[in-house]
């Protein structure tokens, strides 16, 4: 018979090797005695399982339980076979046989196999998945239900291959899922997962990694060991997590098969890895006392517990009588108080000498602790019970069917005397009932509703291992609540810190993941985000870009708002250009005034007083019209700044031309018999200043009508702000006011040049010929510098230009007159003004 190492719990099994083959054989009516009982004993020479008796003895009082209840099946009586499988497929097979075909090896007992059907319509076991699912397809053709109290392979759940199968233990699926979301959780990207070879572990590490894939959770590594383990099998597994940097390991495997690995951690001092158990050694006590310096920590699921009202009492009723004819429990007694009885059937001394003194019959088990007798942790025992009572209630649910409304052909109803297997596991299926409270109920695949307890490996004061309960997993509570940790519970093996274990630090806000290629997507770089992008959380995958009022600040994880920047009259430039604009219009009202003072000198007069004046007035606004480009435009103040700059300077240069023109027509009337003058007086000289203007405010106002300039919030030059500036709105529009200014300037400078050679001593025309030329200059380089330079400095360029081709105006035109005025008055004579120089 194959019994296990002890162990203080009932949630880890070693191997997972005990199968209760439970047989509902000759389900009679309440008149019987009692349950017929057979008792088949295949020995194996391994170990023996204190806790696999305890199951046994759950099964056995669940069965009396129900048999002594009045609601419950009160008119039929349970009986039962059990049988050891050796956790070995041919044992398991050679067993299972046996308990359906009614026909066990040394037995004398009536079995239900004479009355046509089988011994055992239903069998609960295997605890081990791959021992289930080779006596599934052996008993596929038997149509005969097994239901599992221990077996958690997602494998299992697929209806089309196991159709007869159902199990009080969850699947798998689901621990994965809560492990999946642990590691999550706990914020554990990188981390190695191993598991031995088996059905149990391929299945439930390949869920794990489709699972975890989903929150960018990458395995580290992925290794089976064999389940027997050699020395080199052991040094290989070390090695390869010492030399890994995933510092969190999940393992997959029963606690026997994880003794080896842990003795050789244990040698080497290796106490920097946070395990996660998986719920076959969750609560594996029987590894704390040897490894606790290397498990303090651990952490893992584990089937829910529950407290089971009379058990303890049930399972210490044990006495030495009871060990006749009863080969477990006579092994039991003789490995518990290391004994031998007369006329025992046991050949087995595990772990101990052959040859063992007698039994005196005095022994107490209330005198020893035994994993048998520990009620603590009630977990697979748990499972065991709901799987009996699964079965009575879908026999309750079979004898309370009405012939005529039954679910089967012609509606018949099973016949709970004489039990079709087949037709039991339709009840099973659809099996609910409540349980020491809990609402126990299957989905289409033969799985219960999944509840988990997080476990967590402490440390008491005494030294022993207490199992802490720091979370949950419901399944029921749906995605979003099915998972609870309770994280300052949580003992780590390092301190109270939570160890780091992920192939590259999470990127802190503004990066974002770089993949690095050939590597797993956990292993990255932390890219820093361009400019004018963001990301405000940690591991953003994609850096999003900041609107257009916005730009990303020196950290890149927020977007605040761009400095918007204009020509201002405090800063520096703004404040320069003012007095170089105010200067130059008060240094035009001063040269009007001296003008005024000297109206009626002759080289005032000689010079068009009335168009002098004009023109002084128009370029006091000209200077003047270049403080409107500093400031915060807006879109009135930007129509405002474009239309008085080119109406004014049209009149300037409306006057210059007029006055280019009276030079050269007053030359012409000295001729003998020219009454040109009479056909330019004053009158047409104020005319064809009006009709020049009036043509350039023509055009500002279909400017104005069509596409008016406007305040703009220009980001094309400078990113990372908002240059608010005057766009022109329409460009042509733009260009022809300045167009027509430099028509009217090439006009004047024609004019002039035609006239610089007049015999006059002071010709006004040279002086509007070499002005002109300065207007010219300075336009001309204005326009490519306009186009190339960007935000304010664009409109330092507007006002550089004006107040440069005014000053050039005023310099060229009148300074020498000034200069005459007030420096060189014996000059200012009509004799000289008139004469050749």
Same mark, same amino acid.
């Given at each position: 018979?194959?019994?296990?190492?002890?162990?203080?719990?009932?949630?880890?099994?070693?191997?997972?090797?005990?199968?209760?083959? +439970?047989?509902?054989?000759?389900?009679?009516?309440?008149?019987?005695?009692?349950?017929?009982?057979?008792?088949?004993?295949?020995?194996?020479?391994?170990?023996?399982?204190?806790?696999?008796?305890?199951?046994?003895?759950?099964?056995?009082?669940?069965?009396?339980?129900?048999?002594?209840?009045?609601?419950?099946?009160?008119?039929?009586?349970?009986? !039962?076979?059990?049988?050891?499988?050796?956790?070995?497929?041919?044992?398991?097979?050679?067993?299972?046989?046996?308990?359906?075909?009614?026909?066990?090896?040394?037995?004398?007992?009536?079995?239900?196999?004479?009355?046509?059907?089988?011994?055992?319509? +239903?069998?609960?076991?295997?605890?081990?998945?791959?021992?289930?699912?080779?006596?599934?397809?052996?008993?596929?053709? /038997?149509?005969?239900?097994? +239901?599992?109290?221990?077996?958690?392979?997602?494998?299992?759940?697929?209806?089309?291959?196991?159709?007869?199968?159902?199990?009080?233990?969850?699947?798998?699926?689901?621990?994965?899922?809560?492990?999946?979301?642990?590691?999550?959780?706990?914020?554990?990207?990188?981390?190695?997962?191993?598991?031995?070879?088996?059905?149990?572990?391929?299945?439930?590490?390949?869920?794990?990694?489709?699972?975890?894939?989903?929150?960018?959770?990458?395995?580290?590594?992925?290794?089976?060991?064999?389940?027997?383990?050699?020395?080199?099998?052991?040094?290989?597994?070390?090695?390869?997590?010492?030399?890994?940097?995933?510092?969190?390991?999940?393992?997959?495997?029963?606690?026997?098969?994880?003794?080896?690995?842990?003795?050789?951690?244990?040698?080497?001092?290796?106490?920097?890895?946070?395990?996660?158990?998986?719920?076959?050694?969750?609560?594996?006590?029987?590894?704390?006392?040897?490894?606790?310096?290397?498990?303090?920590?651990?952490?893992?699921?584990?089937?829910?517990?529950?407290?089971?009202?009379?058990?303890?009492?049930?399972?210490?009723?044990?006495?030495?009588?009871?060990?006749?004819?009863?080969?477990?429990?006579?092994?039991?007694?003789?490995? &518990?108080?290391?004994?031998?009885?007369?006329?025992?059937?046991?050949?087995?001394?595990?772990?101990?000498?052959?040859?063992?003194?007698?039994?005196?019959?005095?022994?107490?088990?209330?005198?020893?602790?035994?994993?048998?007798?520990?009620?603590?942790?009630?977990?697979?025992?748990?499972? +065991?019970?709901?799987?009996? !009572?699964?079965?009575?209630?879908?026999?309750?649910?079979?004898?309370?069917?009405?012939?005529?409304?039954?679910? /089967?052909?012609?509606?018949?109803?099973?016949?709970?005397?004489?039990?079709?297997?087949?037709?039991?596991?339709?009840?099973?299926?659809?099996?609910?009932?409540?349980?020491?409270?809990?609402?126990?109920?299957?989905?289409?695949?033969?799985?219960?509703?999944?509840?988990?307890?997080?476990?967590?490996?402490?440390?008491?004061?005494?030294?022993?291992?207490?199992?802490?309960?720091?979370?949950?997993?419901?399944?029921?509570?749906?995605?979003?609540?099915?998972?609870?940790?309770?994280?300052?519970?949580?003992?780590?093996?390092?301190?109270?810190?939570?160890?780091?274990?992920?192939?590259?630090?999470?990127?802190?806000?503004?990066?974002?993941?770089?993949?690095?290629?050939?590597?797993?997507?956990?292993?990255?770089?932390?890219?820093?985000?361009?400019?004018?992008?963001?990301?405000?959380?940690?591991?953003?995958?994609?850096?999003?870009?900041?609107?257009?009022?916005?730009?990303?600040?020196?950290?890149?994880?927020?977007?605040?708002?761009?400095?918007?920047?204009?020509?201002?009259?405090?800063?520096?430039?703004?404040?320069?250009?003012?007095?170089?604009?105010?200067?130059?219009?008060?240094?035009?009202?001063?040269?009007?005034?001296?003008?005024?003072?000297?109206?009626?000198?002759?080289?005032?007069?000689?010079?068009?007083?009335?168009?002098?004046?004009?023109?002084?007035?128009?370029?006091?606004?000209?200077?003047?019209?270049?403080?409107?480009?500093?400031?915060?435009? &807006?879109?009135?103040?930007?129509?405002?700044?474009?239309?008085?700059?080119?109406?004014?300077?049209?009149?300037?240069?409306?006057?210059?031309?007029?006055?280019?023109?009276?030079?050269?027509?007053?030359?012409?009337?000295?001729?003998?018999?020219?009454?040109?003058?009479?056909?330019?007086?004053?009158?047409?000289?104020?005319?064809?200043?009006?009709?020049?203007?009036?043509?350039?405010?023509?055009?500002?106002?279909?400017?104005?009508?069509?596409?008016?300039?406007?305040?703009?919030?220009?980001?094309?030059?400078?990113?990372?702000?908002?240059?608010?500036?005057?766009?022109?709105?329409?460009?042509?529009?733009?260009?022809?006011?300045?167009?027509?200014?430099?028509?009217?300037?090439?006009?004047?400078?024609?004019?002039?040049?035609?006239?610089?050679?007049?015999?006059?001593?002071?010709?006004?025309?040279?002086?509007?010929?070499?002005?002109?030329?300065?207007?010219?200059?300075?336009?001309?380089?204005?326009?490519?510098?306009?186009?190339?330079?960007?935000?304010?400095?664009?409109?330092?360029?507007?006002?550089?230009?004006?107040?440069?081709?005014?000053?050039?105006?005023?310099?060229?035109?009148?300074?020498?007159?000034? !200069?005459?005025?007030?420096?060189?008055?014996?000059?200012?004579?009509?004799?000289?003004?008139?004469?050749?120089?």
């Amino acid at each position: 018979m194959h019994w296990e190492k002890p162990s203080n719990n009932d949630v880890s099994i070693s191997q997972k090797s005990w199968q209760l083959k +439970v047989s509902l054989q000759c389900a009679v009516s309440a008149k019987t005695l009692g349950p017929n009982l057979s008792i088949l004993t295949s020995f194996c020479p391994f170990s023996f399982s204190p806790r696999a008796l305890r199951w046994m003895q759950t099964m056995i009082f669940a069965i009396q339980e129900i048999n002594n209840r009045q609601d419950l099946l009160p008119d039929v009586k349970l009986g !039962y076979q059990i049988m050891d499988s050796c956790d070995d497929i041919p044992v398991s097979l050679r067993s299972s046989l046996v308990l359906v075909n009614g026909q066990p090896v040394q037995s004398t007992n009536y079995t239900c196999a004479a009355a046509g059907r089988p011994a055992s319509p +239903v069998i609960i076991g295997d605890a081990a998945s791959g021992v289930s699912i080779a006596a599934l397809r052996t008993l596929g053709s /038997f149509r005969i239900p097994l +239901v599992s109290y221990f077996a958690s392979c997602s494998c299992l759940s697929n209806n089309k291959e196991f159709p007869t199968f159902m199990r009080t233990m969850p699947s798998d699926a689901f621990q994965i899922k809560a492990i999946a979301k642990l590691v999550h959780q706990l914020k554990w990207t990188w981390v190695g997962v191993i598991g031995a070879e088996s059905d149990y572990a391929r299945f439930a590490i390949q869920l794990f990694i489709q699972e975890s894939s989903k929150f960018n959770v990458c395995a580290a590594y992925i290794h089976f060991y064999p389940v027997v383990l050699n020395k080199e099998d052991i040094i290989e597994v070390t090695n390869l997590i010492k030399r890994s940097s995933a510092k969190v390991v999940l393992n997959f495997s029963g606690e026997s098969q994880v003794q080896p690995i842990f003795n050789e951690f244990k040698r080497q001092n290796i106490t920097d890895i946070q395990w996660i158990a998986s719920e076959a050694w969750a609560t594996a006590q029987s590894l704390w006392s040897e490894f606790k310096d290397v498990l303090i920590g651990t952490i893992g699921f584990a089937i829910r517990k529950a407290d089971i009202p009379g058990l303890k009492a049930f399972l210490g009723r044990l006495r030495l009588s009871d060990a006749d004819g009863f080969p477990f429990i006579a092994e039991f007694w003789e490995e &518990t108080f290391d004994c031998k009885l007369n006329g025992s059937r046991n050949t087995h001394a595990h772990g101990g000498a052959v040859s063992r003194k007698p039994c005196t019959g005095l022994e107490s088990l209330e005198e020893v602790l035994s994993p048998y007798s520990d009620v603590s942790q009630l977990r697979v025992s748990y499972n +065991v019970y709901k799987a009996v !009572y699964l079965i009575a209630h879908a026999l309750h649910d079979m004898s309370a069917c009405v012939s005529g409304n039954g679910p /089967f052909t012609n509606e018949t109803c099973g016949d709970v005397k004489r039990v079709v297997p087949w037709q039991l596991l339709h009840y099973m299926k659809r099996v609910s009932f409540s349980a020491l409270g809990e609402e126990v109920r299957f989905d289409e695949n033969g799985d219960p509703i999944a509840s988990y307890d997080l476990m967590n490996w402490h440390e008491g004061a005494d030294g022993s291992l207490q199992l802490v309960k720091v979370g949950y997993y419901d399944a029921s509570l749906g995605s979003e609540n099915e998972l609870v940790i309770n994280e300052s519970a949580i003992r780590w093996h390092r301190g109270q810190q939570a160890p780091n274990s992920v192939c590259t630090d999470s990127c802190s806000p503004g990066t974002r993941k770089a993949t690095r290629k050939g590597e797993p997507v956990c292993c990255f770089d932390c890219v820093p985000c361009a400019d004018g992008e963001i990301s405000n959380k940690t591991d953003s995958l994609d850096c999003s870009r900041c609107s257009l009022d916005t730009w990303s600040n020196q950290a890149r994880d927020q977007c605040i708002p761009k400095d918007v920047e204009f020509l201002s009259y405090y800063e520096s430039m703004g404040i320069i250009l003012t007095v170089v604009s105010v200067f130059g219009a008060c240094s035009t009202a001063a040269v009007s005034g001296v003008f005024i003072i000297f109206r009626n000198t002759p080289i005032v007069r000689a010079n068009n007083r009335e168009l002098s004046f004009l023109l002084l007035l128009f370029l006091i606004l000209c200077f003047l019209i270049a403080l409107t480009f500093i400031g915060e435009p &807006t879109d009135w103040f930007c129509m405002i700044r474009y239309t008085a700059f080119g109406v004014s300077f049209a009149l300037c240069i409306s006057c210059i031309l007029a006055k280019t023109v009276v030079v050269l027509i007053a030359f012409r009337a000295t001729l003998p018999g020219s009454d040109i003058m009479k056909w330019f007086g004053r009158a047409q000289q104020r005319a064809s200043v009006f009709v020049c203007t009036s043509v350039q405010i023509i055009i500002c106002i279909v400017w104005l009508t069509t596409s008016p300039p406007y305040a703009e919030h220009n980001t094309r030059y400078q990113s990372a702000k908002i240059i608010l500036e005057c766009a022109v709105g329409s460009a042509l529009g733009f260009w022809c006011v300045l167009g027509y200014i430099g028509l009217l300037a090439c006009m004047c400078f024609v004019i002039a040049f035609l006239a610089r050679n007049l015999p006059d001593n002071f010709n006004e025309a040279k002086l509007i010929t070499f002005s002109m030329l300065i207007f010219f200059a300075v336009w001309i380089t204005f326009i490519p510098t306009y186009v190339s330079t960007p935000g304010k400095y664009t409109v330092a360029v507007q006002i550089f230009a004006i107040l440069a081709s005014t000053f050039g105006l005023l310099l060229c035109i009148f300074v020498p007159k000034c !200069y005459v005025i007030l420096l060189k008055p014996e000059k200012n004579k009509k004799i000289i003004i008139n004469g050749k120089w």
